[in-house]
Nanobody
Framework: VQLQASGGGLVEPGGSLRLSCEAS????????AGWYRRAPGEQRELVAE???????NYVDSVKGRFTIFRDIAKNRVYLQMNSLKPEDTAVYYC??????????????WGRGTQVTVSS
């Protein structure tokens, strides 16, 4: 099983980006999935999380600007980021709790994708 994150880039303040995280390989289903970020010199923090029921939670700094959602059929989780600010600049990572074919449930991390918000 692999998690592939994509969609990062350079955007001006106030702009938008959509991050995508796709699980591939021997995936039965995804339970909880989340997006984390690590800014330079900072610790990694949980940005948004979505559980199997569809309920989502966000860190206060992104509430009202970011939306996490998923496509169950495609084993994908997205992070729509609007009204981006320079302080959103970070490497973004996805993490998912996945049921693996013929095995059990495991946590997987995707490689990071860089988001830079700058004019």
């Amino acid at each position: 099983v692999q998690l592939q994150a994509s969609g990062g880039g350079l955007v001006e303040p106030g702009g938008s980006l959509r991050l995508s995280c796709e699980a591939s390989g021997s995936v039965v289903s995804i339970d909880t999935a989340g997006w984390y970020r690590r800014a330079p010199g900072e610790q990694r923090e949980l940005v948004a999380e979505i559980i199997s029921s569809g309920l989502a939670n966000y860190v206060d700094s992104v509430k009202g600007r970011f939306t996490i959602f998923r496509d169950i059929a495609k084993n994908r989780v997205y992070l729509q980021m609007n009204s981006l600010k320079p302080e959103d600049t970070a490497v973004y990572y996805c993490k998912a709790y996945i049921r693996v074919v013929g095995s059990g449930w495991y946590y997987f991390w995707g490689r990071g994708t860089q988001v830079t918000v700058s004019s």
